[in-house]
């Protein structure tokens, strides 16, 4: 049987509740406490990547060494995806993000402490940066599998929307409060702010109070809930298609932001004060937009909301690249921030519908570096096209082929109209071993008997059921047709070991229950299909 679910990864909708209002999900304390929590944690990270950029320009003005930050900070994020996203899955994942939490304000405690006494370097520099950017790649996947756990499912898309508002307008708060900080005490005091903000997020998550319910099965190993995760999301028609669809509008908007500090410069009396006058209102865009989702949502379909946001995020840098002042460029970058969060909001809360709990950080840590790959791949790329041609031309460029490549993918992706059944199910019979085998490798076999007249059909809904296997963790699938019984088939399903064989029967979905009666509607036996299962000696 599987596991007792926990009762907080299904929460009931609360008497009264509207589930469609965007400040919705801030009526549960639990989630109100963690969306503070949240909104602090990317505020102390905004502020610690303007204090060390800040800070290194005074320890080596070297563009290299300056560029190198936001490269240590980001990092992280493509080493520690996959492995932060499966330790959200087999641990503690209050425990795993409280520790997340504390390693973060421990080492901005340690970085002020330096800078305080004067000890700081260049290399340091790089060295705690990328610390703190570990912290930050380890917190993300686990943040967005609590979420779907203590939000009833009707109000998931407000609830990741207000996490698009916390991003937001931590991206206006971070940098302006550390620009005061800077410009009245210096970078030191940036990182006691940063330190202090992070022990307070630690201690709130220290009173949540979420009960963690072990598998008796045990926890997986590492290595193998990573090959999992990795093959779920391969194995998923739904997630290729949204991996694909939140790679190219990534890749294409970021045009904008990489050049936008150029296009301040360029700007009559453009300055500093100038480029954060265009993130505020970015930002500002960003938090309207993501206010107004619940009534995006029933007026648009996912392929249109993904449309209309790549036409209006294009349309917004043409008008940047060619405007000649900032009155026409402040407009354009409040509807680029609305075109901004409307597309990623979509993306994700697809995903999250995509993913079951058991992989769902897994999942959403693929999907986050599929996202940051993109990012980091976009302004590299529109950034040499800028070298080679120019600004205008560059944002022109990256504008024309973001609609373009999302034309192309809306017909390529053939994940419309998927929507699963991810519910878990105990209705598979569990098997029971007299003498488990501690090790070695489990193959099962399913015998159908069919009709030859429907073997194409057959078939085809058991290409369905390699997929569902391999979803499951299964390490092979293979189909034998007997070639003296064209009736015969057998169904053959390989497990890394007895442990991970009863693991499958934990992911069992009603979708995947579905899917065992279409297969028996194929089945022509007097006896249901016959299984046996053999240990693979060495």
Known sequence: ????????????????????????????????MLWVTWLA???????????ASWLMTSLDASPLWVALVQSASTLPVFLLGLPSGALADILDRRRYFMVTQFWVAGIATFTCMVVLMGWMNAPLLLLLTFANGVGLAMRWPVFAAIIPEIVP?????????????????????????????IASAGSAWVFVLNAALSLAAGFIIMRWR????????????????????????????????????????????????????????????????????????MGAGAIVAALLMPHIRRLLTLERRLLAGTVLQAGSMLVVAFAPNIYIVV?????????????????????????????RARGMSIYQMALMGSTAAGAALWGQVATLTSIHTALAAAAASSVAAILVAQRLVVDRGIEEDLT???????????????????????????????????????????????RQGALAW?????????????????DESWTEHLRRFDRVTADDVA?????????????PPRVTRYLLER
């Open 210 to 281: 979420r009960v963690h319910k072990e598998s008796p099965l045990g926890r997986e190993r590492l290595a193998s809930a990573m090959r999992v995760g990795l093959q779920f999301v391969r194995q998923s028609q739904r997630m290729r298609g949204l991996l694909l669809r939140i790679s190219l509008f990534f890749l294409h908007s970021t045009a904008l932001l990489a050049l936008l500090p150029l296009v301040a410069r360029a700007l009559p009396g453009g300055q500093a004060g100038t480029f954060t006058l265009l993130l505020a209102a």
């Open 41 to 51: 944690a990317n505020t102390t990270m905004w502020m610690n990547d303007v204090a």
């Open 153 to 181: 499912r009707p109000q998931l898309p407000a609830a990741l929307a207000l996490n698009g508002v916390a991003m937001n307008a931590s991206r206006i708060i971070g940098p302006l409060a550390a620009g005061a900080v």
């Open 478 to 494: 293979e189909l034998l047709h007997d070639l003296y019984d064209p009736a015969r088939f057998i169904e053959q399903v390989t």
């Open 424 to 470: 878990p199910s105990n209705v598979f019979k569990v098997p029971v071993a007299d003498a488990p085998p501690a090790a070695g490798r489990v193959q099962a076999q399913i015998e159908y008997r069919i009709d030859p007249g429907r073997t194409a059909e057959f078939l085809a809904v058991m290409q369905e059921s390699r997929r569902s296997r391999m």
């Open 1 to 32: 049987m599987p596991p007792e679910q926990d009762p907080q990864s299904t929460p009931p909708a609360a008497p009264g509740l509207d589930s469609q209002g965007a400040l919705g999900p801030l009526k549960l304390p639990v989630f109100r």
């Open 331 to 359: 407009p354009a970058m409040f509807l680029a921030g609305t075109a901004w969060i409307s597309v990623a909001n979509s993306l994700t809360v697809a995903a999250q519908m995509a993913l079951p709990d058991w992989v």
């Open 515 to 527: 899917l065992r009666d279409r297969k028996l509607g194929f089945h022509v036996g007097a006896e």
